[in-house]
């Protein structure tokens, strides 16, 4: 499997864009895919890539993962990608948006998802 780093425009080859090898897909332990393909409880995942080094620029960053215990209420997160909008469609653009996390407590009583 191949992954493409820095892309923006999933229509349009870019510059910053690089192509890399999948050695490893770790999914969370609890990730479903449900029939209709809609159900997005515990999608999330990690990429173990073959190269070791990646060219890091303005479009290519590393993603810090937390410690176990790291409490991020409060603070701002930027969430970004390609997935399904309300209206259905699907963008080729990627989007991005900054939410506010929530304490846990509050996030699952409002969501009812986790435990």
């Known amino acids: 499997a191949r992954?493409?780093?820095?892309d923006h425009d999933l229509f349009i080859p870019e510059s910053?864009?690089?192509?890399?090898?999948?050695?490893?897909?770790?999914?969370?332990?609890?990730?479903t895919l449900s029939e209709e393909g809609t159900d997005k409880l515990y999608d999330l995942g990690v990429l173990k890539f073959k190269e070791s080094f990646i060219?890091?620029?303005?479009?290519?960053q590393p993603s810090n993962l937390a410690t176990s215990g790291y409490d991020a209420t409060g603070r701002t997160c930027t969430?970004?990608?390609w997935g399904r909008m309300k209206t259905?469609?699907?963008?080729t653009i990627l989007r991005y948006v900054d939410?506010?996390?929530?304490?846990?407590?509050?996030?699952?009583?409002?969501?009812?998802?986790?435990?």
Do not use: M
């Not at 690089?18 to 332990?29: N, Q």
């Not at 060219?55 to 290519?60: L, Q």
């Not at 259905?88 to 963008?91: A, R």
């Not at 304490?103 to 435990?115: A, I, R, S, T």
């Open 99 to 115: 939410v506010d996390v929530l304490e846990f407590e509050k996030c699952k009583g409002q969501w009812g998802l986790f435990d």
């Open 55 to 60: 060219a890091y620029n303005d479009y290519v």
């Open 3 to 6: 992954s493409v780093v820095g």
């Open 79 to 81: 969430v970004s990608g």
């Open 16 to 31: 910053q864009e690089t192509r890399l090898k999948v050695d490893e897909v770790i999914r969370h332990p609890n990730y």
């Open 88 to 91: 259905g469609e699907s963008p």
